[in-house]
């Protein structure tokens, strides 16, 4: 696709600016410095690692890494390469970072979980071979939740990632790492995944760009291809372009996974500011008071939308013909079954069951004994959810809603025990206000809200119809520019 960010010269068009703006830069940026030869691939992994080693050891997003020497090599060789004339593709001799539940061949791949502490990857993931194919290279993994589970970064492997905006505070998860990486300009992109609003929520946490893509859009890469799809991987950028152009890279048809689909994502065309006169949204905000909400949750989002209005888009509440608890009780048969099925061999080992954190018991414990009838229910529950949707759809172009129902919370809290006055009864309960675009099968993109009068962050989710990824994702490139929030940068600690 064509490169769809602003021009080099924002950033500096000398050559003698560019070293200490390295970091600055969007990735869409670097990667027409280096294919331009303004900066060399060392000079850029230079910077990078440097960086790198001045603030990961307070927000620790990133993980695993090889031997500088080693990644300063595979710099030079990617200079040498561009120098005969093989370029790579647009993330050619860039720093990279997988998110530590996909695998990269050569490093080491836990998963967050300490079973796998020492379980070095033999090929790569689907999505890190497309990357590797693009030119990334790989500096490392991005910090995780044990097994993925939870939207606060912590394991007993690595230990806990820090908020960018407050490292006392949760970087969300389980993306968190990658969220806190691109924020603390320590990546220039990240890729991610979602279960659970695993792309959305860290991004809100850390005022950056999540998207979660329509189902089948980037493949899903398992043992079971066709029943359990509820998680994908996605991108996360500093705006928009830079996630739709990685998006570009991860999606496409592959042979191995039969629901990916077949059409071409070739990029997020733009959308003027003119274009958002006439535009209908469907604020969904927390379902008529189903969902408990922090104070000042709500007020912040909805208030965010004002912007939009004055640039004539019509805003109307919008409530969706279902009942909410059904779709809850569809969620947790799924997610049940689907983590007793993927990770039910290990728990059967006692040795290894005594390693998992409580919240994956309790998982698999309640889909070993699920009844096939009970999953079929949920299927059928889901199915209505996105009848109910599409019915919203034939009056709304875009629904939003909160991307969490807390702001960032203590980093030592495993997860918030109470929210506006109600009792918890899960360890994911607080998040249940993703659940909505996950079962959906929709694009769901996360944008800036803005930020609490503490300086908390916090962000919007916007769906829009089964396939229509690149109209999200152009909605939040307009959205970005007639709001302030995206430029507001951290003021990041040292260790």
């Known amino acids: 696709m064509a490169a769809l960010g602003p021009a080099l010269g924002a950033v500096g068009s000398r050559r003698d600016d560019l070293p200490a703006a390295i970091c600055d830069m969007t990735a869409l940026q670097l990667s027409r410095a280096i294919r331009s030869g303004q900066l060399g691939c060392r000079e850029v992994m230079e910077a990078y690692l440097a960086r790198i080693e001045r ?14 020497s080693e990644l300063l090599s595979q710099a030079e060789l990617a200079d040498r ?47 890190t071979a497309r990357m590797r194919a693009a030119g990334a290279i790989f500096i490392g993994k991005t910090n995780v939740p044990e097994y993925g589970l939870g939207s606060q970064t912590y394991n007993p492997v690595y230990g806990t990632t820090r908020n960018a905006y407050n490292p006392d505070l949760v970087a969300g998860g389980s993306s968190g790492g990658a969220a806190v990486g691109l924020a603390t300009r320590m990546l220039p992109v990240a890729d991610g995944s979602d279960m659970m609003g695993s792309l959305r929520n860290p991004a ?7 998207f979660r893509p329509t189902q089948g859009r980037v493949p899903h890469e398992g043992s079971d291809l066709f029943l359990q799809q509820l998680g994908y991987e996605g991108p996360m950028g500093r705006d928009v372009d830079d996630t739709a152009q ?21 990029g997020a065309p733009p959308m003027a500011e003119a274009a958002l006169a006439g535009l209908r949204i469907g604020w969904l905000g927390d379902y008529r008071g189903y969902l408990p909400m922090e104070s000042g949750v709500l007020p912040l989002c909805r208030g965010a939308l004002g912007t939009l209005e004055d640039h004539g888009v019509a805003v109307e509440d919008a409530v969706p013909d279902y009942d909410m608890a059904r779709l809850w009780r569809c969620w947790l048969t799924l997610r049940h079954w689907a983590l007793a099925g993927g990770v039910g061999a290990l728990y059967a080992q006692a040795d290894k069951r005594a390693q998992m954190k409580p919240e994956l018991v309790w998982e698999i414990e309640g889909g070993l004994d699920m009844k096939a009838v009970d999953v079929a229910a949920a299927g059928v529950a889901r199915s209505d959810w996105y009848r109910a949707l599409l019915a919203l759809f034939e009056r709304f172009d875009f629904l939003v809603l909160p991307t969490a129902q807390v702001f960032p919370f203590a980093a030592d809290v495993h997860w918030p025990r109470q929210v506006g006055g109600v009792d918890m009864d899960t360890y994911h309960r607080w998040m249940e206000v993703v659940i909505g675009g996950t079962l959906s099968g929709c694009p769901v993109v996360n944008v800036p809200a803005g930020f609490a009068a503490d300086g908390r962050p916090m962000g919007l989710q916007v769906i829009g119809p089964f396939g229509q990824d690149a109209r999200v994702l152009s909605f939040a490139r307009a959205y970005t520019g007639v709001t302030p929030w995206l430029g507001r940068r951290p003021v990041l600690r040292e260790a």
Do not use: C, Q
């Open 55 to 68: 603030f990961n050891p307070l927000y620790n997003a990133i993980v695993a890494m090889p031997e500088h």
């Open 81 to 127: 390469d561009l120098a005969r004339g093989h370029y790579r593709g647009w993330m050619h001799g860039m720093p990279h970072a997988v998110k530590d539940l996909a695998d990269v061949k050569g490093l080491v791949s836990t998963g967050g979980s300490p079973l796998f502490r020492n379980h070095v990857a033999t090929r790569d993931s689907l999505v």
């Open 204 to 210: 809100a946490f850390n005022n950056v760009i999540g």
């Open 246 to 266: 990685l998006l570009a890279t991860l999606a496409g048809v592959d042979p191995a996974t039969p629901l990916s689909l077949r059409d071409t994502f070739s």
